[in-house]
């Protein structure tokens, strides 16, 4: 069974009050997965939600990501390669923003066989909408 995870992050204020949100889709069956945290920001958010979904999916499962962050996309597909080199260095010799979610994001992946997808946001996908949605709604709450 191949599990299609949306994922959404979201803050009031950049850090301010944010929410997250998850949607995992396995067969007929819909899980919504939601949780909110005071004084973070948005990226944080977005890295929150593939990481909440990880953990209750089935070690060894196939998953399929899909995400409106190029930030979260483009971090975990392309630029942690440099940073484990690296020892979670940037380019410009900085710590890694975010480092704990970014490690924890890394060894959870490692349990699965997982393809990560980018989707427009906005665009009128209709999970990507509704995990905006909720995201937006558990940080206003």
Excluded at 107 to 113: G, M, R, V
């Amino acid at each position: 069974m191949i599990y299609k995870v949306y994922t959404d992050g979201a803050c009031i204020g950049n850090p301010g009050n944010g929410g997250w949100a998850a949607l995992i889709i396995s067969g007929n069956k819909k899980d919504y997965l939601k949780g909110s945290k005071k004084n973070t920001t948005n990226n944080q958010m977005e890295l929150t939600a593939p990481i909440e979904a990880l953990k209750i999916i089935p070690n060894g499962s196939s998953v399929e990501i899909y995400t409106d962050s190029k930030y979260l996309k483009d971090g975990i597909t392309e630029w942690i390669i440099n940073w484990k080199k690296n020892d979670w260095k940037t380019s410009n010799k900085k710590t890694v923003k975010n480092i704990d979610l970014w490690k924890e994001l890394d060894k959870l992946t490692k349990n699965f066989e997982i393809s990560w997808h980018w989707v427009k946001a906005h665009a009128g996908n209709e999970f990507n909408e509704e995990v905006d949605k909720l995201a937006n709604e558990t940080a206003k709450n």
